[in-house]
DNA sequence: ATCAAGATTACCT
DNA sequence: GGTAATCTTGATA
């Protein structure tokens, strides 16, 4: 057997990396949770980095606490948190222990499992062709959809419930630049990414 | 103890 | 385009 695609997780050095290059390089990547026998996957496309140290706009700002601490831990943990009293985000965190940077999963474009993540979204398995752009499109929609809130958050993405599988690296081409979403500081960085054709996007 | 803000979404006009 | 929903967190007293 020959030239046939490796799955391979993306292993603890990928996170451990400056959290921009991490947060450009996931796109396109796979990620992939398991509930018992099911398994919900998708491919993301789009992201924004939160870097601590120099970024006003990220938890990890003003130092270490008790709902941030995941984020100081080294690359390659899962941190999600709760917001607005109705939403769930979830981050990727990127670079050395204390760092305090994470990458914020966006929009996913869904591959696997989609009609429990329509009945999550919609309340129904059936939905039309369509309504797939919409369950995964922005970053309360993908927790609702993969069903990730709190009890997930300090989960080690190179175990086996959830996990990002490798994919070829995309052209420079392919990547779209700009201004983060929906902050109140920092606004001016240039720091979300996303595939420039995705119909997935969350805007 | 109290309070304001929040890495959003759905639904309204 | 505007805004209600809904509750946790972190800051201040």
Same mark, same amino acid.
């Given at each position: !057997?020959?030239? =046939?695609?490796?799955?391979?997780? =993306?292993?603890?050095?990928?996170?451990?990396?400056?959290?921009?290059?991490?947060?450009?390089?996931? =796109?396109?990547?796979?990620?992939?949770?398991?509930?018992?026998?099911?398994?919900?996957?998708?491919?993301?496309?789009?992201?924004?980095?939160?870097? /601590?140290?120099?970024?006003?706009?990220?938890?990890?700002?003003?130092?270490?606490?008790?709902?941030?601490?995941? !984020?100081?831990?080294?690359? /390659?943990?899962?941190?999600?948190?709760? &917001?607005?009293?109705?939403?769930?985000?979830?981050?990727?965190?990127?670079?050395?222990? /204390?760092?305090?940077?994470?990458?914020?999963?966006?929009?996913?474009?869904?591959?696997?499992?989609?009609? &429990?993540?329509?009945?999550?979204?919609?309340?129904? +398995?059936?939905?039309?062709?369509?309504?797939?752009?919409?369950?995964?499109?922005?970053?309360?929609?993908?927790?609702?959809?993969?069903?990730?809130?709190?009890?997930?958050?300090?989960?080690?993405?190179?175990?086996?419930?959830?996990?990002?599988?490798? !994919?070829?690296?995309?052209?420079?081409?392919?990547?779209?630049?700009?201004? +983060?979403?929906?902050?109140?500081?920092?606004?001016? =960085?240039?720091? +979300?990414?996303?595939?420039?054709?995705?119909?997935?996007?969350?805007?």
């Amino acid at each position: !057997m020959k030239n =046939l695609p490796t799955i391979k997780k =993306l292993p603890r050095k990928f996170y451990k990396r400056p959290v921009l290059k991490v947060a450009k390089d996931l =796109l396109g990547k796979i990620i992939v949770k398991h509930e018992g026998r099911k398994i919900f996957a998708g491919r993301i496309v789009e992201v924004e980095a939160y870097d /601590g140290r120099i970024d006003e706009a990220s938890h990890s700002f003003k130092g270490k606490t008790k709902r941030n601490e995941v !984020m100081f831990r080294e690359g /390659g943990y899962f941190y999600v948190y709760f &917001t607005y009293g109705v939403h769930h985000c979830c981050n990727v965190v990127t670079g050395e222990e /204390g760092h305090g940077a994470a990458v914020l999963i966006r929009a996913i474009e869904p591959i696997e499992g989609i009609q &429990t993540m329509a009945m999550r979204r919609f309340g129904k +398995r059936k939905i039309d062709e369509k309504q797939f752009i919409n369950l995964t499109n922005g970053p309360g929609k993908i927790c609702q959809a993969f069903s990730f809130d709190r009890t997930h958050s300090g989960l080690d993405l190179t175990g086996s419930k959830v996990y990002i599988i490798d !994919m070829p690296s995309l052209k420079k081409s392919q990547i779209g630049i700009s201004k +983060r979403i929906g902050i109140s500081k920092s606004t001016e =960085l240039p720091w +979300r990414f996303f595939i420039k054709n995705s119909k997935y996007l969350s805007r």
